[in-house]
Every structure is written in structure tokens, then in C-alpha cells.
Nanobody, 124 residues
């Protein structure tokens, strides 16, 4: 049974940092591209960052470029999202997801497995 479990969310002031982590089980982790998505209240789920199977290629939505960094450790089955310079508009539930594709993609429909999400709240 495939499971993705996120951790690291919380409440932080604007300008602060958080590091989200997602650990995968029941799956050959290195066979999946990974992504982080977020969903704010009343809004659609949106792509935040993605990383290829090898970790060599990454992609980010424009609003987080230069502030967020995605990384993975295939030996530990983890994918992390380092978030710096947080803004109130980053407030959302953050989800990690696994795609059978080679490269990270922005469409949520390409991702087969999803975690339960972790809440990130940024106060102004």
C-alpha cells in the first residue's frame, strides 16, 4: 500500500521559514517524479514545485521561485520543500504527490498518489 506522509507545517510570521518533508512507503520511490501542491480555502489546488526521479531537474511556480527549494533523497524515500521568505498568500494546505512520469509536471491529474496534507499558516 502506497503512503505519502507530510510533516513540518505550522504557524509562522511573514518572512519566516518552514521546511516540509514527505516520506513515502510502499513504493519504489526513485521511480516517481514528485511534486508539492497547495490548496488555500476557496481556491483550486495548485502546483508549487516538482522534482524529477533523479533529482536533477526541478520546476517551480512563478510565485515561489527564489524562495522555495525542493529536494529529494532517494535513499531515504523523502522529498522536502524548504520555504523561505514566507508570505501570507502562501497560507494553504500543502500536499506531496507522486507521478509515474520521469519529469515533474504541473498538472495534478498526472500524479497518482497523494498525501493527506499539512497546514501552513503565515501571519502578517
Amino acid at each position: 500500500q502506497v503512503q505519502l506522509a507530510e510533516s513540518g507545517g505550522g504557524l509562522v510570521q511573514a518572512g519566516g521559514s518552514l521546511r516540509l518533508s514527505c516520506v513515502a512507503s510502499g513504493v519504489t520511490f526513485s521511480s516517481y517524479a514528485m511534486g508539492w501542491f497547495r490548496q488555500a480555502p476557496g481556491k483550486e489546488r495548485e502546483f508549487v514545485a516538482g522534482i524529477s526521479r533523479s533529482g536533477l531537474l526541478t520546476d517551480y511556480t512563478d510565485s515561489v521561485k527564489g524562495r522555495f527549494t525542493i529536494s529529494r533523497d532517494n535513499g531515504k524515500n523523502t522529498v522536502d520543500l524548504q520555504m523561505n521568505g514566507l508570505k501570507p498568500e502562501d497560507t494553504a494546505v500543502y500536499y506531496c504527490a507522486a507521478s509515474a512520469g520521469l519529469l515533474p509536471v504541473t498538472s495534478a491529474t498526472a500524479y497518482k498518489f497523494w498525501g493527506q496534507g499539512t497546514q501552513v499558516t503565515v501571519s502578517s
